[in-house]
């Protein structure tokens, strides 16, 4: 298989990756037909739970298995009127929590407004911290304070609790920094039994695999990070690779694209798929698009026929209900223990 058009900008070839994905050539069923010859009705949303909001692309990380290809080079970011937006779909539909990710999430100037304006609403707030973030200028060094004060879930990434696997997956000397993030987000109560501050981290696999089992690599984490670096933390979410953006053309460029997919499929747990995260959420882009999670946002695949496009529209819409737009690249989130924003499903 020939490598993906890299030379572009991301975007340019988002087209190229979905051709890749639903390829009719790759001897493997498509993502619909699965879930029929597992006797399961088409995906549907259940409920609008979850607002999760792309603030931008712009991070000062470049880590290797990003589906949203961010890095310090991309300047999308989210306008104010579009945060209004978002603030009137929470409003209007009783949404409980508002995701925030990027990219870095912190890096927009409208961030720690954004924040404020979810709390005074009384809903939940999580952002995705890469941790470095913290570190990467004494402007985001009052982040632990910031959060604490409007009790934002952090969640963050960590790809091992050593640092030559986090290093190679996410450049080198992010480990020391992000252990270093940690003891600060743990001095202000974060992760601490009884503190009510939630302190999450996320595992992601360093290769072409499936991550194992989300209740081992847990424990494995905690007693490490306390042992040799007196970290704690609440709970570690185990989320499978998905091949798009740059993992997808890791796959492609080395060859293992076709025997990924291949894992992906023969591990579809029927049990995982009650539990995909595009069930209860609805994912919002930094030009106000909206999709039914954040993989097809990268993907472009927008809402199924007869539902609104953008943010804006979404306040006056019922969503509740409709078709999932779903393809190859669901597996996933279905295969083995399941895979969402929140780790394991099953």
Wanted: hydrophobic share 40%; with cysteine; proline share 4%.
């Amino acid at each position: 298989m020939k490598s993906l058009n890299a030379t572009h900008h991301p975007l340019s070839v988002t087209a190229q990756q979905r051709h890749v994905l639903e390829d009719p050539k790759l001897a493997l069923p498509y993502f619909t037909e699965r879930l029929e010859r597992s006797d399961l009705p088409v995906l549907v949303s259940n409920s609008l739970d979850v607002l999760q909001v792309n603030l931008g692309r712009m991070c000062n990380q470049t880590c290797t298995h990003c589906h949203v290809d961010a890095g310090p080079d991309r300047k999308e970011r989210m306008s104010r009127e579009i945060m209004l937006d978002c603030l009137a779909a929470v409003t209007a539909h009783g949404i409980r929590t508002v995701d925030m990710t990027g990219g870095a999430p912190e890096m927009h100037p409208d961030f720690r407004w954004f924040v404020e304006q979810c709390t005074a609403l009384g809903t939940h707030v999580m952002v995705r911290c890469n941790l470095t973030i913290i570190l990467a200028n004494k402007k985001y060094h009052d982040l632990p304070e910031f959060y604490k004060k409007h009790k934002v879930e952090v969640v963050s990434s960590l790809p091992f609790y050593t640092a030559d696997r986090t290093d190679r997956q996410r450049g080198k000397g992010v480990f020391e920094q992000s252990v270093e993030a940690l003891k600060m987000l743990n001095a202000v109560g974060y992760g601490v039994e009884g503190s009510g501050l939630k302190l999450d981290l996320v595992y992601n696999p360093a290769g072409a695999f499936l991550p194992g089992s989300q209740t081992e690599l847990e424990a494995q984490f905690k007693r490490s990070l306390m042992a040799d670096h007196g970290i704690v933390f609440n709970k570690l979410f185990a989320i499978t690779n998905l091949p798009i953006s740059r993992f997808l053309e890791h796959l492609v460029r080395t060859e293992q694209y076709s025997d990924y997919m291949e894992k992906l499929v023969n591990a579809f747990n029927p049990q995982a798929v009650a539990g995909v995260m595009c069930r209860n959420m609805i994912s919002v882009s930094h030009d106000g698009s909206i999709y039914d999670c954040d993989f097809n946002q990268m993907l472009e695949m927008p809402l199924t026929a007869g539902m609104p496009k953008q943010i804006a529209n979404l306040a006056k819409a019922n969503v509740i209900g409709r078709k999932i737009a779903t393809g190859r690249h669901c597996y996933g989130c279905t295969a083995g223990a399941g895979s969402s924003c929140g780790g394991a499903t099953v």
